[in-house]
């Protein structure tokens, strides 16, 4: 038994020739790495579009249009999505037909628990369904995984604050189009967290205080959020961007601002700034390095 | 089929190990790259806290290969100990599944 690999024996004959679950408990597993795959996939397809241009796929992994020779089709990304699909259905696709017969697999291979459901104990000939489904589910998720890693080891990163040393003719753009996309509004967020360092107070607050007779305290962030929700609204009214408003501007949004409000746009300062546990610091990025490497170790 | 199965299910646990690993080394080296973080596939301006989702983007900048690989490679190490499941219920004894399903959410969860 040890020397075969397994960690037991069947103590029961009945279910050693009837059971199936290892071959379900596979498939399952299938069909959520490939949900994760697939999403993965999801994600890098839209980053690698010409409208967000974030990563440019190795050639390798991708093709030409055979319509449109300016496209690059992101092909091995789009399989394993659709690889995806097809190992849900060796598990529990209920029925396929097609008349043209062009998915001849998916139609062989419908849904092994459609197979278990309803079978009386012990083997039946009909548990000879299982191979079919199986075979095909342990080849389309290991080479998914294989592809998978090819993508991810080859692909280019775009980077926002690294123009210069890109290639001047073809990965410049994509970093003018990651700059582009870190707009100030995006820090809108952070302004109101500056509010809050400085206490701002406001009408409401101030009665408040005066019939309580408590000192003045941090407002909260709804308070603020208010706030930079009006800044907002005013550079989107203007058709200019958050740090192109004046000071005085933003006086007239609250007194509670000083010339130091400039500091609030850096978008790296911002990140740093993001110091809990999750959050997209580099000391949090370490923490979730370590605690990924752990685990494959 | 159990013994044959045994082995492949080591494969994909390998193959599975070595995309995770590509996926920490790239977050790990490209680390400073800035991205905007995205919920709704918009970028998040302004976005009410509460409605971001923990597990997605916790803010509206990225740092693009630390914090975007982190969070793709964090999905599928969740599936990795499944993996290290199937391999005892490939072995022929229904008690271990009986003793042990029940740990099987509980570890997805406490990885996920």
Redesign the interface.
């Known amino acids: 038994m040890k020397e075969?690999?397994?960690?037991?024996?069947?103590?029961?004959s009945l279910?050693?020739v009837g059971?199936r679950?290892?071959?379900v408990?596979?498939m399952m597993?299938?069909s959520?790495?490939m949900t994760?795959?697939s999403?993965?996939a999801e994600?890098l397809i839209?980053y690698s579009t010409a409208e967000f241009g974030?990563i440019t796929l190795s050639d390798a992994y991708s093709t030409g249009s055979s319509m449109m020779p300016q496209k690059k089709n992101p092909d091995s990304l789009e399989l394993l999505r659709g690889k995806s699909g097809r190992i849900f259905g060796n598990v529990c696709l209920v029925t396929s037909t097609s008349d043209s017969g062009s998915d001849i697999s998916l139609n062989k291979m419908a849904g092994f628990l459609m197979t278990l459901k309803g079978l009386p104990s012990t083997y039946n000939k009909d548990l000879q369904e299982?191979?079919e489904p199986?075979f095909d589910s342990?080849d389309n998720?290991?080479a998914s995984?294989?592809i998978?890693?090819g993508v991810?080891?080859t692909l280019e990163?775009c980077?926002?604050?690294?123009i210069i040393i890109c290639d001047l003719l073809s990965a410049q753009v994509h970093g003018e189009k990651?700059r582009q996309?870190?707009?100030m509004?995006?820090?809108?967020?952070?302004l109101a967290d500056y509010l809050v360092r400085k206490g701002v107070s406001s009408l409401f607050v101030s009665v408040v205080q005066l019939l309580t007779h408590i000192p003045s305290l941090q407002i909260p962030?709804r308070e603020t959020?208010h706030i930079?929700?009006r800044a907002?609204a005013l550079a989107e009214s203007r058709q200019c961007q958050l740090n192109d408003l004046t000071l005085e501007d933003y006086k007239q949004l609250s007194d509670k601002f000083t010339e130091d409000v400039q500091s609030v746009f850096d978008?790296?300062a911002?990140?740093e700034r993001?110091q809990s546990i999750?959050?997209?610091s580099?000391v949090m990025?370490?923490r979730?390095?370590s605690v990924?490497?752990k685990?494959?170790q | 089929m159990r013994l044959w199965l045994l082995d492949e299910v080591k494969d994909a646990e390998d193959s599975l190990k070595s995309l995770i690993s590509v996926m920490v080394e790239r977050a790990d080296k490209e680390k400073d790259y800035l991205m905007p973080g995205y919920t709704h596939l918009q970028v998040c301006a302004l976005p009410p806290c509460e409605f971001i989702r923990t597990d997605t983007i916790c803010s509206e900048v990225n740092l693009f290969d630390g914090h975007i690989f982190c969070y793709l490679t964090h999905s599928p190490s969740a599936t990795i100990l499944n993996v290290y499941n199937s391999s005892p219920l490939v072995s022929p004894c229904c008690l271990w599944a009986a003793e042990h399903w029940q740990e099987i959410p509980s570890l997805l969860i406490v990885n996920s």
């Not at chain 1, 075969?4 to 029961?12: I, P, R, V």
């Not at chain 1, 980077?159 to 690294?162: E, F, L, M, Q, T």
């Not at chain 1, 509004?185 to 952070?190: E, H, I, K, R, S």
Request: charged share 25%.
């Open positions: 075969l690999g397994f960690t037991s024996l069947a103590e029961n279910w050693g059971d679950d290892f071959v408990e596979f597993w299938a959520l790495t994760h795959i999403r993965m994600d839209i974030f299982d191979k199986l342990v998720v290991s995984l294989k998978a890693e991810i080891a990163v980077p926002s604050n690294d990651m996309a870190l707009t509004d995006v820090l809108a967020t952070d962030f959020h930079s929700g907002v978008f790296e911002s990140v993001r999750g959050g997209p580099r990025i370490d979730q390095v990924l490497r685990l494959v």
